[in-house]
T-cell receptor
Framework: GNSVTQMEGPVTLSEEAFLTINCTYTATGYPSLFWYVQYPGEGLQLLLKATKADDKGSNKGFEATYRKETTSFHLEKGSVQVSDSAVYFC??????????????FGKGTLLTVNP | EAEVAQSPRYKITEKSQAVAFWCDPISGHATLYWYRQILGQGPELLVQFQDESVVDDSQLPKDRFSAERLKGVDSTLKIQPAELGDSAMYLCASSLGRAGGPLTDTQYFGPGTRLTVL
């Protein structure tokens, strides 16, 4: 079956540091790939998405490129802020027929940014 | 911006009691999902609706959990009786769920209901 593997956290960085959170996937077919962010006590918010190979999703300074050859979708940000402290989830969307899709999540990576 | 609404945000109950959670998806979204998220883990799908029909409830513990979406809009998830191991965040999400277009499969999540079973 499909699966998503994220780098284990926690990740602790100083403000303005460069961020990379690794994500690799296993899937049949051509899934869409997502990054979601979860702030403490809240639900998940869509951060960015890519739907096909070589697509780059970007939002709020975060970027991720859909790499089919390495089955990866690593999240990057050039300069993190304290407000980026949260749990980040990589996910893939599997089509199961018609308009029926299922999201498979990684286990999440906790990011803490210190001032 | 349209959002998925959930209530209550927090629920504390004693084991063996019944609890219910409510979700109102983004208007026009045909697909609705209920997830359970245990602390420190990713969400796990409990049940998925397409309009009023269940399309996946393979991970729903049907001896105690039930879900309905009678008119294909809002939905209720019930647990009866609650057990200590049910303590978790319960998340609702919705997606457009209509064929075609890049937004068909993008899921938008509500704020969740934090359940504590004592």
């Amino acid at each position: 079956g499909n699966s998503v593997t994220q780098m284990e956290g926690p990740v602790t960085l100083s403000e303005e540091a460069f961020l990379t959170i690794n994500c690799t996937y296993t899937a049949t077919g051509y899934p869409s790939l997502f990054w979601y962010v979860q702030y403490p006590g809240e639900g998940l918010q869509l951060l960015l998405k890519a739907t096909k190979a070589d697509d780059k999703g970007s939002n709020k300074g975060f970027e991720a490129t859909y790499r089919k050859e390495t089955t990866s979708f690593h999240l990057e940000k050039g300069s993190v802020q304290v407000s980026d402290s949260a749990v980040y989830f990589c996910a893939l969307s599997e089509k199961r027929g018609g308009s029926n899709y299922k999201l498979t999540f990684g286990k999440g990576t906790l990011l803490t940014v210190n001032p | 911006e349209a959002e998925v609404a959930q209530s209550p945000r927090y629920k504390i109950t004693e084991k063996s009691q019944a609890v219910a959670f409510w979700c109102d998806p983004i208007s026009g979204h045909a697909t609705l999902y209920w997830y359970r998220q245990i602390l420190g883990q990713g969400p796990e799908l409990l049940v998925q609706f397409q309009d009023e029909s269940v399309v996946d409830d393979s991970q729903l513990p049907k001896d105690r959990f039930s879900a309905e979406r009678l008119k294909g809009v809002d939905s209720t998830l019930k647990i009866q009786p609650a057990e200590l191991g049910d303590s978790a965040m319960y998340l609702c999400a919705s997606s457009l769920g209509r064929a075609g277009g890049p937004l068909t499969d993008t899921q938008y999540f509500g704020p969740g209901t934090r359940l504590t079973v004592l």
